[in-house]
C-alpha cells in the first residue's frame, strides 16, 4: 500500500512537500485539473506514475478561465471521491489551494497569449479563456516546479497554447499530451458531461461518429470542404448548435486547404441544449 497523497492547501505547505521531493532524485510530474476527476484524468494520472518518481495532481476550479455567463459556479466539485481516486492511483501530492491563494488582492498580472491562442477556434467563443489558462498554468508550474506536465488531447488548442507558453518562458517543463479516453459508444470523457440529460447523453456521441467518418471521408481522397460541409450537416441534423468544426495543421493549428498540408486535426466545437462540447480527431 503506498501513503496516502499529501494534501497541501498553502504555499508554505507546497513547499514544504515540494523540498521533500526534490530531496530525493527522481522526476517530478504535475497534472492540473479542475477536480471532477474521470477516467481520463486518471489516464494522466497513470502515464505521469510512469514518467516520474512523484506525482502531484492540482485540483482547482478556476474563476479566472469562465466568463461571468458561463458555469463557475455549478462547475461539478467532488472532492472527496477525488481524493480517495487519486489516494488509490498512489498520487503523492494533491495541491489545493483556495482562489485567494491564487488570486489575492490586488493580483494584476495576466499572461497574454498568442499564436495557438488565436487560432479562431475556441478563442473564437470563449475569448476569455487561454489567458485565464495561461495564467493559472503558468502560476501552477512555477509554484510546483514540475519536470512534466500532463494534459489531455481532448482540449486540444488549450494544449498547444500551454506547451507554447512553457517554451516560451522557459519554465523548464516539459509539457505531455496524452490521448483522450472516451466512453464506450466514443463520447470523449469531460466533467461537464453530468450537465447532459438521458436524451441529449444519448445523442452526444455522434460528434465523435462524424468526426471519424469525415476524417475517413478525407483519407480516402475526398474534397476537404466537401467533407467538412457534410459532416457539419450531420452535426447540425442531430440537434447540435455548431461552434465550428475544423480541419486545421496539427502542430500550428493553422486553416489547411488539402489533406496535404498536414499533419491534420479534425477539431468541433458544439451545444447540446445548454452543455457545450467539444473534441477533436487526427485524420
Ligand atoms: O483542462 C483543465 O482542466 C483546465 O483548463 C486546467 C488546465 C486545469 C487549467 O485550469
Redesign the pocket.
Known amino acids: 500500500m503506498s501513503r496516502p497523497p499529501i494534501i497541501a492547501r498553502t504555499l508554505p505547505a507546497l513547499r514544504r512537500a515540494l523540498d521533500g521531493f526534490h530531496a530525493k532524485s527522481g522526476a517530478i510530474a504535475l497534472v492540473?485539473?479542475?477536480g471532477a476527476l474521470h477516467d481520463g484524468h486518471v489516464a494522466l494520472v497513470r502515464l505521469a506514475k510512469r514518467r516520474a518518481a512523484r506525482v502531484a495532481v492540482?485540483i482547482?476550479?478556476?474563476p479566472s478561465?469562465f466568463a461571468p455567463t458561463e458555469d463557475f459556479g455549478s462547475y461539478p466539485r467532488t472532492w472527496k471521491a477525488d481524493v480517495a481516486r487519486l489516494a488509490a492511483e498512489g498520487v503523492d501530492l494533491i495541491w489545493n489551494p483556495d482562489v485567494k491563494t491564487m488570486y489575492p488582492a490586488g493580483f494584476a498580472t495576466r499572461i497574454l497569449t498568442e499564436g495557438p491562442a488565436t487560432a479562431g477556434l475556441e478563442d473564437r467563443f470563449r475569448p476569455h479563456f487561454f489567458a485565464?489558462?495561461a495564467t493559472?498554468?503558468g502560476k501552477?508550474f512555477m509554484q510546483c516546479r514540475p519536470d512534466i506536465a500532463l494534459?489531455?488531447e481532448k482540449?486540444f488548442q488549450?494544449l498547444r497554447v500551454?506547451a507554447q507558453m512553457a517554451r516560451d518562458l522557459d519554465l523548464g517543463v516539459r509539457v505531455i499530451g496524452a490521448p483522450t479516453v472516451r466512453e464506450r459508444d466514443g463520447l470523449a470523457m469531460s466533467?461537464r458531461n453530468v450537465y447532459l440529460s438521458p436524451e441529449q447523453r444519448r445523442v452526444a456521441p455522434v460528434l465523435y461518429r462524424t468526426m471519424k467518418a469525415t476524417a475517413q471521408r478525407l483519407r480516402g481522397g475526398d474534397d476537404l470542404d466537401a467533407a467538412m460541409a457534410g459532416g457539419a450537416e450531420l452535426i447540425t441534423a442531430a440537434g447540435f448548435a455548431l461552434d465550428y468544426f475544423e480541419a486545421r495543421h496539427a502542430q500550428t493549428l493553422a486553416p489547411v486547404q488539402s489533406i496535404k498540408d498536414g499533419p491534420i486535426r479534425l477539431l468541433v466545437a458544439a451545444m447540446l441544449g445548454s452543455t457545450r462540447l467539444i473534441d477533436n480527431v487526427a485524420v
Open positions: 492540473p485539473t479542475m492540482s482547482f476550479v478556476n478561465q485565464g489558462v493559472v498554468v501552477l494534459f489531455g482540449d488549450q500551454v466533467s
